[in-house]
């Protein structure tokens, strides 16, 4: 792995329970964080969530059927990253767009409609397939915004969002794209609501990620993208980016279909890879966007590699304002992770509230001023996966 030219990050927006846009969540990642409760969607489920007020969400539009929520999140989270940048659809008519989104549940909710075709409630002239492929969150995006560059949908589990802001700079740097819109989306779906709960890894009350008493995760769900434009693009039409994107990296353990190495293999040569790539060093790191989920075993095995490899540094999950939104999750913390560098604060580590003896390091309990222009978000996934980006703001940004 060399070091790689950064790729500006020109605008960035975010819906999630901690609010309806990102300055809205910010605020409340400094505030107060919301309350899990019980699904609306789900009645009679008791495990507590963190569920996007409607209001919060794009009016769902008649001529578009295929509009289902995680497309809806995507859609708000899309509007505020363009108009962040000072971009219109208009404006980019003419310019190689592509869209990368990161998802788990994605076009999943369709198949509740395919559920009630199959027991002759309701007819449909799609066939399953088709009716799958029309909520892509990036083909949908592509399609309603008329982009003609490439789209992909990634879905590594819950580094999907990391994962598709990473690709989106491979796209950039290789000049296949003037801009990218690249982040992750997922809605409350019962399969993974009652996955979740039948892997007993999800808390019957909030979350308490690093804590000693941490007895699992809370699902979430929310949308956050990131807009990113060649030097090229940006120069041209004068404006001034909020970060750069400096690396990225991925490694997969292949330890255990839902469990971490319990040395942090793969996370370690991940951000190992991202930090070259960004040619940075650990020291270079002001502070850690942790994954904390808030479950036994993550939890240790980011306490310890910290430990080992980021001593000093200030580190915290956000989880505890947003829950876990899967294959939202990294994208929604790159965005925290960009704006805590320009505020040059971070937030507590919501839910901690006993140090846990058997781990070596703890994450920040306030709001932490921190130094420096350099920081990590890491999410560790299902199936070993571990996906690391590094942002930079400063130098001509």
């Known amino acids: 792995m060399n070091r790689q030219q950064p790729v500006s990050v020109s605008g960035m ?3 999630c329970a901690a609010g309806k846009n990102l300055p809205d969540c910010m605020e409340a990642l400094f505030t107060q964080a919301p309350t899990p409760a019980p699904p609306r969607s789900l009645p009679g489920a008791q495990h507590p969530v963190f569920e996007v007020p409607d209001r919060f969400l794009p009016t769902s539009d008649s001529k578009n059927p295929s509009m289902v929520r995680a497309v809806r999140l995507a859609l708000a989270a899309t509007n505020e990253a363009l108009a962040d940048a000072g971009l219109t659809p208009a404006a980019l008519r003419k310019k190689r767009v592509g869209v990368v989104i990161g998802t788990n549940v994605g076009s999943g909710e369709s198949n ?13 002239c799609l066939s399953p397939a088709e009716r799958f492929l029309i909520v892509n969150p990036s083909q949908w995006l592509a399609r309603h915004f008329d982009f003609s560059g490439p789209h992909l949908t990634i ?8 994962d598709a802001i990473g690709v989106a700079g491979t796209w950039i740097r ?6 990218v819109i690249a982040g992750g989306t997922d809605a409350l779906y019962e399969v993974t609501y009652y996955g979740f709960i039948a892997l007993l890894n999800s808390d019957t009350a909030a979350c308490k990620p690093f804590d000693v008493h941490r007895n699992g995760l809370n699902l979430g769900e929310g949308a956050a993208m990131m807009v990113l434009e060649s030097e090229a693009m940006r120069t041209n039409r004068g404006k001034k980016g909020r970060a750069f994107l ?3 990296g991925t490694a997969a353990d292949a330890y255990h279909l839902t469990a971490p190495h319990p040395e942090g293999c793969g996370l370690r040569v991940a951000v190992q890879d991202a ?3 960004a040619g940075a060093s650990p020291s270079d790191v002001a502070f850690i966007n942790a994954h904390g989920t808030g479950t036994r075993e993550n939890d240790r095995v980011e306490s310890f590699f910290f430990h080992q490899v980021f001593p000093g540094v200030p580190f915290g999950s956000t989880k505890g304002y947003t829950g876990h939104t899967l294959g939202a999750a990294g994208a929604i913390e790159a965005a925290f992770t960009v704006a805590a560098l320009e505020l040059q604060k971070m937030p507590a580590n919501e839910g901690f509230d006993a140090p846990d003896p058997d781990l ?11 130094r420096g222009t350099t920081a990590l978000s890491q999410t560790l996934a299902f199936g070993g996966n571990n996906s690391v980006l590094v942002f930079t703001t400063g130098r001509g940004a």
């Open 13 to 15: 927006g975010c819906i």
């Open 112 to 124: 509740r409609a395919l559920q009630r075709d199959l027991t002759g409630i309701n007819c449909s």
């Open 155 to 162: 879905v590594t589990a819950c580094s999907a969002g990391s």
């Open 174 to 179: 290789s000049g296949r794209c003037d801009v």
């Open 246 to 248: 400096s690396g990225y």
């Open 275 to 277: 930090l070259t790539s």
């Open 360 to 370: 070596p390091v703890h994450p920040v309990v306030e709001p932490t001023e921190i």
